[in-house]
Structures are given as C-alpha cells and as structure tokens.
C-alpha cells in the first residue's frame, strides 16, 4: 500500500518564500563518539544520518563533515575551555549551510524528521554531543577580495583544512563591538598572506525546546560568535605561527575572550580513513 506523502503539497510550498543561495544560517555540530564506538558511529553518520538527517532535508543544501586526529586535538587550546572538556573532546565537526529566510522552515522538519529517526532506532546514542548549535551568519571576510571561492561555495570546495573558534563576550552589549572588530579589522589583517581563504562568523540561536534530549541546550545565545576558517593548506603545515595566537589577539582587544581553537580536516566519504588516528 502506498503511503500517504502529501504530495500535492509540494507545489504550494516550491512557489513561496526566500529560495536564494546565501548561506543565512548553518548547523555547526562537534560530537565525540564512545570509546569504543568510533567505526560505528562512522558507518551510521557516513551512511545513513548525514544524508536522511541532515542533506535531505529541505533548505539544508550544503554540508561537510570534518575530523580531528589526535595530533590534531593536540593543537587545540585553551587547555581550560568552557566548550570542550577536556579540550580533545570532539574528534568529529558537521558544518551546514541553510538558505537565508528558512530557518523556521527547516526547524520544524529537522525536529519531526529526528523525533521519526529515534523512533524508528535509526539514532546513534553512543556518542556526546560537545557542541551544537544552528547559527545566524553574521559575517564572511574574504583574504583574496572579489577572487576565489565564495561562502556559498565553502561546503564543497575542495578545502584541505577548516579552524573552528569560538569567541565568547562578558554581556549582550558587547557582541556587536566585538563582530565589528572582527569583521572590519582583527579578520582582514590576519586573512592577509594566510593559508586561510575567508572566515565566516555565525551566532548560536537556541534549540526549540521540543528538541531530542540527547542535544543539551545552546549556551552563549547572546554572548558568542563562531568562527570557522577555511583552510588551503593542512592545518598541521601552518598552524604555527598563524594559528597558535588567536587567543592573545582576541584577549588584546578587550572585547571577548577565545573558548576554543581546533583545527580539523576534511573526512573522506564513505570510508573509515582516519577513525584509528582518533585516540
């Protein structure tokens, strides 16, 4: 028997609302799997959850998953991290563009959508979610100007690296100072002859309060920025000198403080290249 999909539906919904392709909002997912689970927890997200919960889901139209090795979580700092602890946690990244205007439209299907895959035991529990979020872009600060990719593009160009930071303000009030120095002064200074070719800056949005138990609620809604730097180059090739200071120069600002710096590398799809590098 036929199920009933509502199909007749789809119609009235492709011929209304925002259908750019600027990337308004993303999901920014880091998530340690249980010792022990690491193949697992590959195989479920590889095959089945980056695409039926996440990549077909209307609105969501770019995605990438990334991986930090454990020389990679080596490199991360500060030892004391109000995001991860200890600061290792996290060897997995899922980064996704949303189109701009349909985050209240892709919010109730991603609810829904998770709420059938954990009843139909098509969810992985064995694994800790250190941090997720969906964010509102803010900003993108490009190093090359109007040359090379742009955010849109992010997902799928072949990136060899990606440093997530995480820069977190005292109060409300001073997250806008602290997004205009990082937009018109601290991000075009530190682009210039970097191995990173732009850095997006998001702000976390809380999870509906119907959201699956295993996610705990975002922190820092109105206190944090997150940013991501696409990189050209391993990480492990530059990480010294031009990532092993962003904390100092936030700090020098006197506009917020530096949570977390991890860099990451893309995983290969559909393989297990990397799960045996994790601990």
């Known amino acids: 028997m036929n199920e009933d999909t509502r199909s007749e539906l789809y119609a009235e919904l492709a011929a209304v609302g925002p259908y750019g392709t600027h990337p308004g909002h993303a999901l920014i997912t880091m998530v340690e799997p249980h010792p022990g689970h690491e193949y697992a927890y590959n195989h479920w997200y590889e095959d089945d959850h980056y695409y039926a919960g996440a990549m077909a889901m209307p609105w969501m139209y770019a995605g990438r998953r990334w991986v930090a090795t454990r020389d990679l979580q080596l490199l991360r700092y500060p030892q004391k991290s109000a995001i991860a602890q200890p600061v290792t946690a996290g060897c997995y990244l899922s980064t ?8 209240d439209d892709h919010m109730r299907w991603t609810v829904a959508i998770n709420k059938r895959l954990n009843r139909d035991a098509r969810v992985y529990h064995h694994r800790t979610h250190v941090l997720t979020a969906f964010q509102n872009h803010e900003a993108t600060v490009y190093r090359d100007g109007a040359a090379g990719p742009r955010d849109v593009h992010a997902l799928d160009h072949p990136y060899a690296g990606l440093v997530l930071q995480v820069v977190d303000v005292d109060t409300p009030e001073r997250r806008a100072p602290a997004l205009e120095w990082l937009r018109t002064r601290h991000l075009p200074r530190r682009l210039a002859g970097s191995p990173a070719s732009l850095v997006t800056v998001f702000s976390p949005t809380p999870l509906p309060g119907d959201r699956m ?16 730097w696409f990189l050209e180059t391993d990480p492990r090739q530059c990480w010294d000198p031009s990532f092993t200071d962003l904390d100092a120069a936030v700090t020098e600002s006197g506009l917020g403080r530096v949570e977390l710096v991890a860099p990451f590398i893309p995983t290969v799809p559909g393989t297990d290249t990397y799960v045996d590098r994790l601990r």
């Open 213 to 228: 138990t295993y996610v705990k609620q975002v922190e820092g809604v109105d206190t944090r920025l997150t940013l991501l």
């Open 96 to 103: 996704y563009w949303i189109t701009a205007g349909r985050y």
